[in-house]
T-cell receptor, first 112, second 110 residues
Framework: SQELEQSPQSLIVQEGKNLTINCTSS?????LYWYKQKYGEGLIFLMM?????EEKSHEKITAKLDEKKQQSSLHITASQPSHAGIYLC????????????FGKGTRLHILP | DVKVTQSSRYLVKRTGEKVFLECVQD?????MFWYRQDPGLGLRLIYF???????EKGDIPEGYSVSREKKERFSLILESASTNQTSMYLC?????????FGQGTRLTVV
């Protein structure tokens, strides 16, 4: 079955620094989603990538999907305390309609 | 904006109790989901529903049941709560594959 591996599991960065979170799939991704979760709350949709080589940005967060559609990276530029939380990647599971599988998440802490 | 509302943010229940977690969405979505989230395990799908009165088991259905009598409401039921069901529970709804999540219910079973 398709699985998503996220790395790193946990990340601590100084405010103002850049950082990257990776999401790797064992199979080709048909749709890749990035979500953010503030501690103890629900998930907030960030962006969706579908095409190989696609890149999207939202404020200081940029996500890319590689050409082979098996790896995505989420990059945050000049991190701020508001970026702290858990970032999850999710992917379409095409053999079971309309469901998304998730990575285990990356816990991001921002040091002031 | 899509709104998915879970009835409780925090719940504390005793072992053996029957527990109901309620989820309501206001966008007429066909699909609704219940996940639980645990440290180191990420999100795992418990049950999902494609339509009223339809339900399908997810990856970890044991110890849970669901009810969908109306399109907008999807309930998760713990028939006899156990301590290993202490977790964060997240409800989601979707029309296509993009899912919208509730704020989560942190359930503690003592």
């Amino acid at each position: 079955s398709q699985e998503l591996e996220q790395s790193p599991q946990s990340l601590i960065v100084q405010e103002g620094k850049n950082l990257t979170i990776n999401c790797t799939s064992s199979k080709t991704l048909y749709g890749l989603y990035w979500y953010k979760q503030k501690y103890g709350e629900g998930l907030i949709f960030l962006m969706m990538l579908q095409k190989g080589g696609e890149e999207k940005s939202h404020e200081k967060i940029t996500a890319k999907l590689d050409e082979k559609k098996q790896q995505s990276s989420l990059h945050i530029t000049a991190s701020q305390p508001s970026h702290a939380g858990i970032y999850l990647c999710g992917a379409d599971r095409r053999n079971r309609d309309d469901k998304i599988i998730f990575g285990k998440g990356t816990r991001l802490h921002i040091l002031p | 904006d899509v709104k998915v509302t879970q009835s409780s943010r925090y719940l504390v229940k005793r072992t053996g109790e029957k527990v109901f977690l309620e989820c309501v969405q206001d966008m007429d979505h066909e699909n609704m989901f219940w996940y639980r989230q645990d440290p180191g395990l990420g999100l795992r799908l418990i049950y999902f529903s494609y339509d009223v009165k339809m339900k399908e088991k997810g990856d970890i259905p044991e110890g849970y049941s669901v009810s969908r009598e109306k399109k907008e409401r999807f309930s998760l039921i713990l028939e006899s709560a156990s301590t290993n069901q202490t977790s964060m529970y997240l409800c989601a709804s979707s029309a296509t594959t993009e899912a919208f999540f509730g704020q989560g219910t942190r359930l503690t079973v003592v």
